[in-house]
């Protein structure tokens, strides 16, 4: 039975200030377009993503009003295939005088016996308390719960660091929920909870506890004094507990650990990076979808200063969704969902006509290959001592170029890693620049599959399963050649390139209408 909705309120959905906004926005040359964003103003978190009756639903935080992170709002969007999306009414609206007034914050969708139903943190001050609204079959229409908060306060025997974002699982015929916190002096935690009903929750403890004095911000793999957005599912047989480090206001990066989770614990086995590019995948949150799959999406950050956002009208990119499995060596492999080659067009091989200088080191030209909504994808085979070199979006005159590097050490290990050069990616000096970089798995004959994904100023790179993914910001409208280097022992197999389609094949509306 679809549950009664009571009126939202909400200021004009029109108005001169968010159609700006929005226009704006449209006008920007840094905004993607075949990445999702919203219609203008603030994005951050992916949020409630499932899939139901055989719709994809990505709910996100929003701020409609501005570029900025103020009244969290939930935006939604739907997919018939992760790749084309249409903006839906805002799903949850802070309330004038309810536990969420100063924002609805991160959560989940689960199904409650048909019933779509989205936990979620409100925020009223420094309170942010797990809350309910449960939704319409079409999950268009939501009513919150006239209960909230759900559970009214963190437990009394920790002085925890925070206490939001939400992992829901149905488990022996109950309901299993993680909430994010950390506790002064000892580090980031999960808080586990149980309930029959999704309302009245009973504390279990900590699932496990970080170590705060373990490292600092600068160290990719620290683990925070608070973890935000934890997720925890099985894949391939390996239990998995994401989640992202954080640290007095500072978005660090996002890490999981692979164990083994048994009744009230989890053991871990291995703490892994999950991203590369630390803070430009922030907060993922994952699914599974109707056929099994483990679907991944996060929150790409800005680069660039807040008055450029606040000129252009927006901020925040979602990442491309993407398939999460268990690789051969014990930990995640990403790779973007396949669904995604629906956009590609001119597909070029410029391979039969490459004149590369084999070991030289010396820049090739792709002059078939030009743009800003790419889609890449490279074979081939680096020996230790050796290394291969991709620019991307360049200038004629390399006044502005961001160059992918994969180097092979010439050490018995030969481990390969994977680096981004940011230094001359925009003659803006205001953005960005830091280098990225992180280790990608290899065979003994030094075989690579790279992936790249460039969508104006999002950047995605996949290698041999590991992703790094960042933010670049040309100022030129010439920024968009690509070329090659060779160093030593390096060789190409394959190269294919593809020019992308955007996602929206009609103007959008400004997504502002609220659920009634």
């Given amino acids: 039975m679809s549950p009664e909705l009571p009126e939202t309120t909400t200021p004009p959905a029109t108005d001169s200030v968010t159609e700006a906004l929005r226009e704006s926005a449209e006008r920007d040359p840094h905004r993607p377009r075949y990445h999702f ?15 139901w009756d055989g719709i994809y ?31 839906q009414p805002i799903a949850l609206i802070p309330e004038d005088d309810g536990p969420d007034r100063d924002g609805c914050w991160s959560g989940v969708l689960v199904d409650d016996g048909g019933v779509p139903t989205l936990v979620y943190s409100g925020r009223h001050g420094e309170r942010e308390l797990p809350c309910v609204a449960v939704g319409s079959p079409d999950l268009l229409h939501w009513a919150k719960d006239p209960a909230n908060p ?10 925890v660091t925070a206490f939001r974002d939400h992992c829901v699982w149905r488990e022996n015929g109950g309901w299993r929920q993680l909430v994010g916190s950390g506790i002064k002096g000892k580090g980031g935690t999960a808080l586990l909870y149980e309930s029959d009903d999704l309302r009245s929750w009973r504390y ?4 496990l506890i970080g170590d705060a004095a373990d490292g600092g911000p ?14 925890l599912f099985t894949v391939g047989g390996t ?10 206001g500072v978005t660090c990066h996002p890490l999981y650990w692979t164990g083994r989770y048994d009744g009230d614990s989890f053991t871990p086995r291995a703490l892994h990076r999950l991203d590369y590019g630390r803070r430009y995948f922030y907060a993922p949150q994952s699914m599974r979808d109707e056929i099994g799959r483990r679907i991944m999406f996060g929150w790409l950050q800005e680069g660039r200063s807040d008055a450029a956002t606040t000129e252009a009208g927006w901020s925040g990119v979602m ?9 051969p060596d014990g930990a995640l492999a990403q790779r973007p969902v396949p669904e ?17 200088s084999a070991g030289t080191g010396a820049w090739t030209v792709l002059p078939d290959v030009r743009g800003d909504q790419l889609d890449l994808e490279l074979s081939a085979r680096i020996a230790p001592g050796s290394s291969l070199r991709i620019a991307v979006r360049e200038t004629p005159d390399n006044a502005e170029r961001t160059i992918i590097e994969l180097h092979r050490d010439s050490g018995t290990s030969g481990a390969l890693t994977l680096r981004l050069d940011r230094e001359h990616a925009s003659l803006d000096r205001t953005t960005d620049r830091e280098p990225l970089h992180g280790e990608v798995p290899v065979d003994a004959a030094g075989r690579v599959e790279l992936r790249v994904l460039i969508d104006h100023s999002a950047l995605e790179i996949f290698a041999n399963g590991r992703a790094l993914t960042s933010r670049i910001y040309p100022t030129r409208t010439d920024a968009l050649g690509v070329s090659l280097s060779l160093r030593e022992q390096a060789a190409i197999e394959r190269l294919d390139v593809w020019r992308m389609a955007e996602i929206w094949d009609a103007p959008r509306p400004s997504g502002l209408t609220p659920s009634r």
């Fill in 37 to 51: 964003t919203s219609p203008a103003g603030w994005l951050n978190d992916p949020n409630g993503l499932g899939q």
């Fill in 57 to 87: 639903h990505l709910f996100y935080q929003y701020n409609p009003y501005a570029p900025v992170h103020s009244r969290i709002h939930w935006g939604h969007a739907t997919s018939r295939d992760l790749v084309t999306w249409r903006d």
């Fill in 150 to 159: 759900v559970i009214d306060a963190p437990p009394g025997d920790l002085e």
């Fill in 204 to 207: 279990l403890g900590p699932l």
């Fill in 218 to 231: 600068a160290d990719p793999e620290w683990t925070g004094t608070l973890w935000e957005c934890v997720d």
């Fill in 239 to 248: 239990d998995v507990l994401v989640f992202s480090a954080w640290h007095e």
């Fill in 319 to 327: 990442s491309l969704p993407r398939l999460v499995e268990i690789g």
């Fill in 340 to 356: 995604l080659s629906a956009l590609r067009r001119d597909h070029i091989r410029p391979l039969a006509s490459l004149p590369l």
